[in-house]
Structures are given as structure tokens and as C-alpha cells.
């Protein structure tokens, strides 16, 4: 059974585990992960003795970080290879078996079982992630349990949680998600709607459930396909629905459709902005608190400065389906911000018209289709791993008259910070893309200049003869 400790053992084994005591919840958790990112330090953050909570109440923070994190997390081979964990990603990740959960009578999450008066979400160190978030949010990493009603399909996702009070908490759910149909399916019918929210679980939890899967694939069974082995749950006590039994943190209860609603956000979201600001949100009524001793919360801060996972998702993703488009000639698809936003595909071009399929295939695909904004196609002979090489191939091979697309009416949300907010409150929740071709135009590619590179096999023999002297003796070129 694994579980968030062994990824914290796992951690520890490598280096990339450093605890600190004392931070406070108002801000300094927030700002600390903030910090890490943005200057690089390779670590995930332990947050214990957090001021006003008892010594074991913790907050793990940028556990996706770097590739060697997010490879630890999916159970990959270790690597600091940004490409070979997209690699292993696309090899492996974007399989869908399925196993179906395993249902137990207990687990570790049962260790304590708080209920009715005694429910109180501020008994946690839950923290105050940005300055003018509207609120506490204990849900960022989390795994949220839900259920249609007509078709009693289950779906596992990542949407945002605010504390409001003791027992209330909000879950918001931007439309499309479908998170979002199975609330609507109860409330349209005035029926109470059944949640369940896991905020500390084993991090491939997290990655199956903030995964952009076909709609027929149940998250949870397709984490225990990826594992080899079925995931425990617990039937919740108030609602039914299976709860990972090793779960550090979990909160259970229903959104009554006759509870008013609250105003749910700000939020800073993973745009780096405060994108959808703030929304009227019936809240959830907490009325189970299952947790382990010494619970873990685990945050996901967001920063401009986007984790390896995040890249490694979307890249793999992205790949994966344009294979599986038959789209020919795809040697490499990176990311270089969160989600869809700039993702490059390299392609070995084979008739004329090939780069423009691959742009306007990228951006329909769901991995490339929700809130984008920029995708480039250079050539097989461009690293799409080197931003330098990315851009040396815009400047050199795109003239912007001929090729740059422009797309209109494409799909967004409202964390988008650049749709004006008329059109948000009338729901037009669109965008538009701009599909970049950074390659050699295929009618003249013969004729196109030679670039000046030297060749992989000059490279290699220079790191071999003058490794140590150029690299102040650590061996080779960096």
C-alpha cells in the first residue's frame, strides 16, 4: 500500500526533502513554496510546528518541482532528465488500464474519526496561500470524490477548496469539468449533493485526478492500473463514495441545495493571476473528518514558474495523442509553462501542409484544446527541451506574416486572466490561439541556408578531450 510517507522516505533518500519549523499559516507557508520554485532550490518543503498548531499538524509543499521529484512521485525510474520523464510519461502515464478499487473496512484514514459539533476544519494548519486570496484553502493538491447521478459514474478531481467556517467549506469547479456536470445533476434536481475531498494522499493520486483523461475512465482505477495493483478505499460513512484508505486528510459531506450560497475566491490560480475572481458557491457541509495521526496536508502553490509535473503532463499527453492521431513524423513535444499554455512539438516534415496539420491537431486535441495560448512546430532538428533553440528557431524560421495562425473562439475558462470580465459575467468563456510554424517552409527547404551547429559527433569528441578544463574539472561540459 503506498502512500504520501513513502514518497517523503523516497524524498529523504535523494535530497529533495527539507522540513522547516515555525512558519506561520497566514502567508509564510504560501510564500516559501513561492520561493523554492521560483529560485530553483530542487526541494520539496515539510512544514511542522506551524504557529498555533501542535507539533505534527504538517503541510508538504513543492513535491512536483523537478523531474526527479515528479519521476519519484509516478513511480518512473529516477531522472533529472526533463526528456526522459516526458518520455517515461508518454510510455507509460498515458496508458489507461484500469483496476477497480478495492474496498476494506479500515485504513490508516480511519485512525480518527471526527463528527457533528465536533467538526472543525481550523483544527488544521491549513495556510493562507497569497495576500489577497479571499480565504484559507485546504484543498490545492486534492483529490475530490464525486458521483453522477443519472449515470453513477464516479470521477476523481482537482478543484480548489475554501474554508468558510468550522464545518463549511466551498469546492469550486470550473464548467466543462466534470466535477461540474455530477454537481449539477443533484442540485438541478434539488437533491443533496455527496463530495468527498482527500487533501494529504500518495502524489500519484493527485496526478491521476488532475489528469486530462478520456471521459470514460474512472480516475481512481486508472491509478491502480498505473500501480499494478488495486487502490484501497473505505466507503464513506455520510456518502458512500470510496475514500483512499491511506489517505492522510480527508473531508466528507453534501452540498444541500437549500444552503445559501457564500462568495467563494480570490484565489491565486496557476495562470499567476487571481484569474476568476470572486462567485457566489453553495458550500459543502463537512460533516465527516477522517485523518491519520499526525496528518499531512498536501499543497500545490501555484508560481509563474511552472512545476516538472505540470510540463511532464501536458507534454506526454500531447504526444501521445498525436500519435495516436496518426499524425506522422513526431520525434518530441515539450511545455515550457503550466498546462497548454506554450507547448512545442518538433516534427520530421514529410509533405507539404505537415507542420500546419501538427498546429491545428495540437490545439483540438484535449490535451492541447482547454486555455492555451501559443503552439510552435519547429523541426526534428530542434531540441524542443532548449528554450534557446525554440526561440533561435522562431526568430530564424517564422516570418510573422506567413506564419502565424490565428485561431479564434477556442476554449478557456475563468481563470483565464485575459478574457475581459463583460465577457465573463455574459459566459463567453473563449479565447483565441496562435499556432506558430518555426520550421523550414517544406516548398523550399532544400534551399533554405545550412545553420552553423557543429554536429553531435564533434561535440561529443570535444566533452572527451577538454571536458575537465572547460568545466572546471567536474568532468565534462555542461
Not at 469546492?171 to 468527498?196: A, H, Q, W
Amino acid at each position: 500500500m503506498y502512500d504520501l510517507r513513502d514518497y517523503l522516505d523516497r524524498l529523504r533518500e535523494y535530497d529533495q526533502l527539507t522540513e522547516l519549523h515555525g512558519a506561520h499559516w497566514d502567508l509564510e507557508i504560501g510564500g516559501v513554496s513561492d520561493l523554492v520554485r521560483r529560485d530553483g532550490l530542487e526541494t520539496a518543503v515539510l512544514f511542522d510546528d506551524v504557529v498555533g498548531y501542535e507539533t505534527g499538524l504538517r503541510v508538504l509543499t513543492n513535491g512536483f518541482d523537478t523531474p526527479l521529484q515528479a519521476s519519484l512521485a509516478l513511480g518512473y525510474d529516477p531522472t533529472t532528465s526533463l526528456r526522459e520523464a516526458v518520455s517515461a510519461h508518454k510510455e507509460q502515464g498515458t496508458l489507461t488500464k484500469a483496476l477497480e478499487p478495492r474496498t476494506v473496512d479500515a485504513g490508516p484514514v480511519t485512525d480518527t474519526v471526527i463528527a457533528g459539533d465536533d467538526v472543525n476544519l481550523l483544527d488544521f494548519p491549513v495556510p493562507k496561500w497569497h495576500a489577497d486570496d479571499g480565504g484559507r484553502y485546504i484543498g490545492t493538491a486534492d483529490v475530490v470524490v464525486t458521483r453522477n447521478a443519472e449515470t453513477g459514474a464516479l470521477n476523481a478531481g482537482t478543484y480548489r477548496v475554501q474554508i468558510h467556517g468550522p464545518d463549511e467549506a466551498t469546492v469550486y469547479i470550473s464548467p466543462g469539468k466534470d466535477g461540474r456536470r455530477n454537481r449539477d445533476s443533484y442540485l438541478d434536481e434539488d437533491e443533496p449533493f455527496p463530495v468527498v475531498v482527500s487533501v494529504g494522499h500518495a502524489p500519484d493520486l493527485f496526478a491521476a485526478a488532475n489528469e486530462r483523461l478520456p471521459e470514460d475512465v474512472d480516475e481512481l482505477e486508472y491509478a491502480g492500473g498505473r500501480r499494478g495493483e488495486a487502490l484501497e478505499v473505505v466507503e464513506g460513512q455520510m456518502t458512500g463514495l470510496p475514500i483512499p484508505s491511506a489517505a492522510e486528510l480527508v473531508l466528507e459531506g453534501h452540498v444541500y441545495p437549500e444552503t445559501e450560497p457564500v462568495e467563494e475566491g480570490p484565489f491565486g490560480e496557476w495562470t499567476g493571476y487571481y484569474g476568476s475572481g470572486t462567485q457566489s458557491v453553495r458550500p459543502m457541509t463537512v460533516e465527516r473528518i477522517y485523518h491519520r495521526p499526525d496528518p499531512i496536508i498536501f499543497g500545490y502553490n501555484v508560481s509563474i514558474a511552472p512545476s516538472a509535473l505540470s510540463v511532464i503532463r501536458s507534454a506526454a499527453r500531447l504526444w501521445d495523442e498525436l500519435d495516436q492521431a496518426g499524425i506522422p513524423g513526431i520525434e518530441a513535444v515539450n511545455a515550457f509553462m503550466p498546462g497548454p499554455y506554450f507547448q512545442v512539438v518538433a516534427v520530421d516534415q514529410q509533405y507539404a501542409g505537415h507542420s500546419t496539420q501538427v498546429g491545428m491537431q495540437a490545439i483540438s486535441l484535449p490535451a492541447g484544446a482547454y486555455h492555451g495560448r501559443f503552439t510552435v512546430v519547429v523541426d526534428a532538428d530542434v531540441d524542443v527541451f532548449d528554450w534557446q533553440e525554440v526561440l533561435w528557431a522562431i526568430t530564424s524560421r517564422c516570418d510573422p506574416e506567413e506564419d502565424i495562425q490565428i485561431v479564434a473562439d477556442t476554449w478557456s475558462t475563468p481563470l483565464d486572466p485575459r478574457i475581459p470580465p463583460e465577457r465573463k459575467q455574459s459566459g463567453d468563456l473563449t479565447n483565441s490561439r496562435a499556432i506558430i510554424d518555426a520550421t523550414r517552409p517544406y516548398h523550399w527547404r532544400e534551399s533554405f541556408p545550412e545553420d552553423s551547429r557543429i554536429t553531435d559527433e564533434l561535440a561529443a569528441a570535444l566533452r572527451e578531450k577538454f571536458g575537465d578544463a572547460l568545466s572546471g574539472g567536474d568532468g565534462g561540459v555542461q
